[in-house]
């Protein structure tokens, strides 16, 4: 059944990626951010892969994202590839492809195609990437509130014959009273059901600052940071194995934020 389930989606979103008719953008405040300030949903802290983005609109949403290695602006390495992420926006669905700027390559080949409940809230989401014949498929669930509640992740593998889909984890959201992002718990599964492994990642240290990355759900890097009201500036994060719980790794990190005129906070800072 939940073959049939996702090769219907398939469906609706490559026909609804087609049609004229816009889905309304999120107003986005921010025109440009550091990936050292971002906290990615798949990889946590982007300590090694350093990227300030350029956001480019058109009618008041994203059209494009330009990354640049922080070593290109200072001058402390040769010419790297620009990654080139081109949105486009169709009936209740968003589509992303990304490209390099240079003819020679240099970027891993990706596509993202979301499907929407609302102009903010994901209900599904493909990912393909070119080194890989399988697809992430996610699935999102909310609170009447209007608040994320879980996503469920699938690994979806097809090919001429037949599909195969694995559940492959679950994450749960918890926010505050203030409709902040207090913590995800993810669990990653072994055959649909058995949990091998638990990740738990708490955000704190909030402001009371307008938050500027609201929009920006879309990404990887700004999606947990657009889930909240306000700015989050301390994250940890801890993984253990299971069913023991034993702790085989832990990071975090604290932000000290600037802010502008308009008390903003300037995620692009040095």
Same mark, same amino acid.
């Given at each position: 059944?939940?073959?049939?389930?996702?090769?219907?989606?398939?469906?609706?979103?490559?026909?609804?990626?087609?049609?004229?008719? #816009?889905?309304?953008?999120?107003?986005?405040?921010? $025109?440009?951010? &550091?990936?050292?300030?971002?906290?990615?949903?798949?990889?946590?802290?982007?300590?090694?892969?350093?990227?300030?983005?350029?956001?480019?609109?058109?009618?008041?949403?994203?059209?494009?994202?330009?990354?640049?290695?922080?070593?290109?602006?200072?001058?402390?390495?040769?010419?790297?590839?620009?990654?080139?992420?081109?949105?486009?926006?169709g009936n209740n669905t968003i589509s992303i492809a990304n490209k390099s700027s240079r003819d020679d390559g240099g970027v891993l080949l990706q596509?993202?195609?979301?499907?929407?409940?609302? /102009?903010?809230? /994901?209900? =599904?989401?493909?990912?393909?990437?070119?080194?890989?014949?399988?697809? $992430?498929?996610? &699935?999102?669930?909310?609170?009447?509130?209007?608040?994320?509640?879980?996503?469920?992740?699938?690994?979806?593998?097809? #090919?001429? *014959?037949?599909?195969?889909?694995?559940?492959?984890?679950?994450?749960?959201?918890?926010?505050?009273?203030?409709?902040?992002?207090?913590?995800?718990?993810?669990?990653?599964?072994?055959?649909?059901?058995?949990?091998?492994?638990? *990740?738990?990642?708490?955000?704190? #240290? =909030?402001?009371? &600052?307008?938050?500027?990355?609201?929009?920006?759900?879309?990404?990887? #890097?700004?999606?947990?940071?657009?889930?909240?009201?306000?700015?989050?500036?301390?994250?940890?994060?801890?993984?253990?194995?299971?069913?023991?719980?034993?702790?085989?790794?832990?990071?975090?990190?604290?932000?000290?934020?600037?802010?502008?005129?308009?008390?903003? /906070?300037?995620?692009?800072?040095?």
């Open positions: 059944m939940k073959q049939l389930i996702l090769i219907g989606f398939f469906a609706l979103l490559f026909l609804s990626c087609g049609k004229d008719k #816009d889905t309304p953008a999120p107003a986005v405040l921010i $025109d440009s951010y &550091a990936n050292r300030y971002m906290v990615h949903r798949s990889y946590g802290l982007l300590y090694t892969y350093r990227l300030v983005h350029t956001l480019e609109y058109q009618n008041g949403k994203v059209q494009k994202r330009l990354g640049v290695n922080e070593c290109m602006l200072n001058g402390s390495c040769q010419d790297l590839a620009t990654v080139i992420d081109e949105v486009r926006y596509e993202w195609f979301f499907s929407l409940k609302n /102009p903010d809230q /994901p209900a =599904y989401l493909i990912h393909k990437a070119e080194n890989r014949t399988m697809y $992430d498929s996610l &699935a999102y669930s909310y609170h009447s509130n209007g608040k994320l509640s879980r996503i469920i992740e699938y690994a979806v593998y097809r #090919d001429k *014959v037949e599909v195969s889909v694995n559940k492959d984890r679950i994450k749960d959201f918890f926010f505050d009273a203030s409709g902040n992002l207090k913590k995800v718990e993810t669990r990653h599964l072994l055959d649909d059901e058995l949990v091998i492994r638990m *990740v738990t990642e708490t955000f704190g #240290d =909030y402001d009371t &600052a307008q938050n500027p990355i609201q929009g920006l759900f879309m990404f990887g #890097d700004t999606f947990y940071r657009s889930l909240s009201k306000n700015n989050f500036r301390a994250y940890s994060k801890e993984e253990r194995y299971m069913p023991n719980g034993d702790l085989y790794n832990s990071e975090g990190k604290n932000w000290v934020l600037e802010y502008s005129a308009d008390n903003v /906070p300037l995620f692009n800072k040095p």
